[in-house]
């Protein structure tokens, strides 16, 4: 069996019914030759509606988790989680082309999408004041989910078109879409940064409320218009196994698995210093706003950078250039936030925010720089009747190059102390050290440019000749897919149910409650004096518990959770701390008492008594403390 679509041109779709003649097509053209017209108006909207949905709470998201006292692996496990779901682009792309709904391809799944993805924004909004760090990005990845649905159909909607391009304005359509999306998301970022700092200045919403209006946002602006929408029209559905055939001719096409594998290498040496956020938190205090506002300037610049790109660049291509440049620039500005490290803006009375904001902002201009050339790449080879899934697929190879470059940055975190213990501890020469790492790694890319990488569209073309195809190319793009999925599912999986592993940053990921905003140390205040200090009593001992919770997940020998006697669920640990703030009246404690905490493994004992003695504790306090107390508990229980 064949497919059989109506033409989508470039500003028009055709009549549902029928096929039509040149003529009709040349009239249908110039009644609705315009992206704003109301037959392709929710094309647009979609990626306006989707930058704000992904962009708007960036400071809620970048911010909640530090109240928590998210550890830096914990932190990038977020956005590799939230991020998981763009992995799985390459199966909505599966659902469109080969599951159409009424003929359809696109339209139901994009309504089906957000509703999912406004399900669990309002569950966000709901619970909002009430979640774990592990409740908070389930959540999170369940609204990406239904949103990428979205995302895939919208961009196969403007693959059709961008195919049916003149030759000489090739490109165009992706530019203006991207630049439309770049300009969102700008917005997105600047309208979350100014109004997610209600605490510090008295106005603006909370993150229920954020949340809440995201939730309500494709409603009012969306929906209606996807009514009106036209689309080519399946007439019949070519068979999965004649689908796939196509896509495997695809990837065998030297114009394919040659600049994925250049696409893949770079994305995957694009390393970061993962401890960065929590480091500018610890050192210099940042709020939600200025972790927010970065993010806005690097959207805007981001979208400056295509806007280059299409103005001056996009006709010659200059492929090499575009990405020769991105890289040298971002591996120099990334080292250049040691300048942060060791203070020496402030001789220049420079502020670190300033500093920061401009760094971010020249690393996003060089990412929106070679934003366009790779989709234009990706758009030159889909198979006509199979957008949705060849730009799914050609896609995903990014979205899992970017998960092997944040798995290997976890594991990064694990040669120095960087952690947020030790920066709050006051050590953080590890950090300098990172940040040179991973910005050296970026440049390991560009020897392979000249060899990997196609100079422009007329480059690409002439690899599509069928004497250049390999099948061991296409195996290897269809190995290199399977391998980093999987590895990305896992990792991520890893992430949260095994933290202690290496791979995934040497941290856990279980978290203190909700309340607590005090960063985890292994110097613990803790006293049973009555008065002013009683709120750090109860706080000393959820942290102490904390500890010990952790030892246990790191060190399978110790005593298992169960015997835990102070409390032994995550809810008992709230309902602690909630009793503890209720109960303090005095805004200025006294000097608390500490509790210090470390392994205690002596030299050349029998495994045995190591098992027996895990943790060494010193319990300091003011007189008639209640130590005493403490200490035969924690003898009996722990075998300190």
């Given at each position: 069996?064949?497919?059989?679509?109506?033409?989508?041109?470039?500003?028009?779709?055709?009549?549902?019914?029928?096929?039509?003649?040149?003529?009709?097509?040349?009239?249908?053209?110039?009644?609705?030759?315009?992206?704003?017209?109301?037959?392709?108006?929710a094309?647009p909207?979609?990626?306006?509606?989707?930058?704000?949905?992904?962009t708007?709470?960036?400071?809620?998201?970048?911010?909640?988790?530090?109240?928590?006292?998210?550890?830096?692996?914990?932190?990038?496990?977020?956005?590799?989680?939230?991020?998981?779901?763009?992995?799985?682009?390459?199966?909505?792309?599966?659902?469109?082309?080969?599951?159409?709904?009424?003929?359809?391809?696109?339209?139901?799944?994009?309504?089906?999408?957000?509703?999912?993805?406004?399900?669990?924004?309002?569950?966000?909004?709901?619970?909002?004041?009430?979640?774990?760090?592990?409740?908070?990005?389930?959540?999170?990845?369940?609204?990406?989910?239904?949103?990428i649905?979205?995302?895939?159909?919208?961009?196969?909607?403007?693959?059709?078109?961008?195919?049916?391009?003149?030759e000489?304005?090739r490109?165009?359509?992706?530019?203006?879409?991207?630049?439309?999306?770049?300009?969102?998301?700008?917005?997105?970022?600047?309208g979350?940064?100014?109004?997610?700092?209600?605490?510090?200045?008295?106005?603006?919403?909370?993150?229920?409320?954020?949340?809440?209006?995201?939730?309500?946002?494709?409603?009012?602006?969306?929906?209606?218009?996807?009514?009106?929408?036209?689309?080519?029209?399946?007439?019949?559905?070519l068979?999965?196994?004649?689908?796939?055939?196509?896509?495997?001719?695809?990837?065998?096409?030297?114009?394919?698995?040659?600049?994925?594998?250049?696409i893949?290498?770079?994305?995957?040496?694009?390393?970061?210093?993962?401890?960065?956020?929590?480091?500018?938190?610890?050192?210099?205090?940042?709020?939600?706003?200025?972790?927010?506002?970065?993010?806005?300037?690097?959207?805007?610049?981001?979208?400056?950078?295509?806007?280059?790109?299409?103005?001056?660049?996009?006709?010659?291509?200059?492929?090499?250039?575009?990405?020769?440049?991105?890289?040298?620039?971002?591996?120099?500005?990334?080292?250049?936030?040691i300048v942060?490290?060791?203070?020496?803006?402030?001789?220049?009375?420079?502020?670190?925010?300033?500093?920061?904001?401009?760094?971010?902002?020249?690393?996003?201009?060089?990412?929106?720089v070679?934003?366009?050339?790779?989709?234009i790449?990706?758009?030159?080879?889909?198979?006509?009747?199979?957008?949705?899934?060849?730009?799914?697929l050609?896609?995903?190879?990014?979205?899992?190059?970017?998960?092997?470059?944040?798995?290997?940055?976890?594991?990064?975190?694990?040669?120095?102390?960087?952690?947020?213990?030790?920066?709050?501890?006051?050590?953080?020469?590890?950090?300098?050290?990172?940040?040179?790492?991973?910005?050296?790694?970026?440049?390991?890319?560009?020897?392979?440019?000249?060899?990997l990488?196609?100079?422009?569209?007329?480059?690409?073309?002439?690899?599509?000749?069928?004497?250049?195809?390999?099948?061991?190319?296409g195996?290897c793009?269809?190995?290199?897919?399977?391998?980093?999925?999987?590895?990305?599912?896992?990792?991520?999986?890893?992430?949260?149910?095994?933290?202690?592993?290496?791979l995934?940053?040497?941290?856990?990921?279980?978290?203190?409650?909700?309340?607590?905003?005090?960063?985890?140390?292994?110097?613990?205040?803790?006293?049973?004096?009555?008065?002013?200090?009683?709120?750090?009593?109860?706080?000393?001992?959820?942290?102490?518990?904390?500890?010990?919770?952790?030892?246990?997940?790191?060190?399978?020998?110790?005593?298992?959770?169960?015997?835990?006697?102070?409390?032994?669920?995550?809810?008992?640990?709230?309902?602690?701390?909630?009793?503890?703030?209720?109960?303090?009246?005095?805004?200025?404690?006294?000097?608390?008492?500490?509790?210090?905490?470390?392994?205690?493994?002596p030299?050349?004992?029998?495994?045995?008594?190591?098992?027996?003695?895990?943790?060494?504790?010193?319990?300091?306090?003011?007189?008639a403390?209640?130590?005493?107390?403490?200490?035969?508990?924690?003898?009996?229980?722990?075998?300190?």
């Amino acid at each position: 069996m064949e497919v059989e679509y109506h033409s989508f041109e470039i500003d028009h779709v055709l009549p549902r019914k029928g096929v039509a003649t040149d003529a009709a097509g040349k009239a249908s053209r110039e009644s609705s030759s315009s992206l704003w017209a109301l037959s392709n108006i929710a094309i647009p909207l979609n990626y306006i509606c989707i930058g704000l949905i992904i962009t708007f709470p960036n400071a809620f998201i970048e911010y909640y988790p530090r109240q928590l006292g998210a550890s830096d692996s914990q932190l990038s496990t977020i956005g590799v989680v939230r991020n998981l779901p763009w992995t799985f682009k390459v199966l909505y792309g599966v659902l469109a082309d080969v599951f159409p709904i009424a003929g359809h391809r696109f339209k139901p799944y994009m309504v089906l999408g957000y509703a999912i993805a406004s399900i669990f924004n309002l569950l966000l909004a709901q619970y909002a004041d009430n979640m774990s760090v592990i409740t908070f990005t389930t959540l999170l990845f369940f609204s990406m989910l239904g949103l990428i649905m979205v995302d895939v159909m919208a961009d196969a909607l403007l693959t059709y078109k961008a195919m049916a391009e003149p030759e000489g304005s090739r490109g165009h359509i992706q530019g203006t879409i991207y630049m439309l999306r770049f300009l969102t998301e700008t917005v997105g970022y600047w309208g979350g940064s100014i109004l997610s700092n209600r605490d510090s200045w008295g106005w603006g919403l909370s993150m229920g409320q954020c949340f809440g209006l995201l939730a309500l946002l494709p409603v009012v602006t969306i929906l209606p218009f996807l009514y009106f929408m036209d689309e080519p029209v399946v007439v019949t559905v070519l068979p999965f196994r004649g689908q796939m055939a196509m896509i495997w001719k695809m990837l065998c096409l030297r114009a394919t698995w040659q600049p994925l594998s250049f696409i893949v290498l770079y994305h995957t040496l694009h390393t970061y210093n993962a401890a960065w956020g929590n480091f500018l938190q610890v050192r210099y205090a940042f709020n939600a706003f200025e972790y927010g506002s970065m993010a806005a300037v690097g959207s805007t610049v981001g979208f400056l950078g295509v806007f280059v790109y299409k103005r001056y660049l996009l006709d010659g291509g200059h492929w090499h250039f575009v990405y020769t440049f991105a890289s040298v620039v971002i591996a120099i500005f990334s080292v250049a936030n040691i300048v942060l490290v060791f203070r020496l803006n402030e001789p220049l009375g420079l502020p670190a925010y300033w500093f920061a904001m401009g760094d971010s902002a020249i690393m996003k201009f060089a990412y929106g720089v070679q934003y366009l050339p790779s989709a234009i790449m990706f758009t030159r080879v889909c198979p006509e009747g199979q957008e949705a899934v060849a730009y799914a697929l050609l896609t995903g190879f990014s979205n899992l190059s970017g998960g092997f470059a944040s798995t290997i940055s976890n594991a990064l975190l694990g040669i120095w102390p960087v952690q947020l213990e030790d920066m709050k501890a006051g050590e953080i020469d590890g950090i300098w050290k990172l940040t040179v790492v991973t910005s050296v790694i970026r440049l390991l890319a560009l020897p392979f440019i000249p060899y990997l990488l196609p100079n422009s569209i007329e480059a690409l073309d002439r690899l599509k000749q069928p004497h250049l195809a390999s099948r061991v190319g296409g195996a290897c793009a269809v190995a290199i897919y399977a391998f980093g999925f999987v590895w990305v599912v896992i990792v991520s999986f890893l992430a949260i149910t095994s933290p202690c592993l290496q791979l995934v940053g040497d941290v856990i990921a279980e978290d203190l409650p909700p309340m607590e905003i005090t960063p985890l140390s292994t110097i613990v205040p803790m006293s049973y004096v009555f008065d002013d200090v009683e709120h750090r009593t109860i706080s000393g001992i959820i942290h102490l518990q904390y500890q010990v919770r952790r030892r246990q997940s790191c060190r399978r020998n110790l005593a298992k959770s169960s015997r835990v006697p102070l409390a032994t669920t995550d809810a008992e640990l709230r309902e602690w701390h909630g009793a503890a703030r209720g109960k303090v009246h005095s805004s200025e404690p006294d000097s608390s008492p500490i509790v210090v905490i470390s392994p205690k493994y002596p030299p050349r004992r029998p495994q045995q008594q190591q098992q027996q003695h895990p943790l060494r504790l010193v319990i300091c306090g003011p007189p008639a403390g209640g130590k005493g107390t403490q200490c035969e508990r924690l003898v009996e229980k722990y075998g300190v």
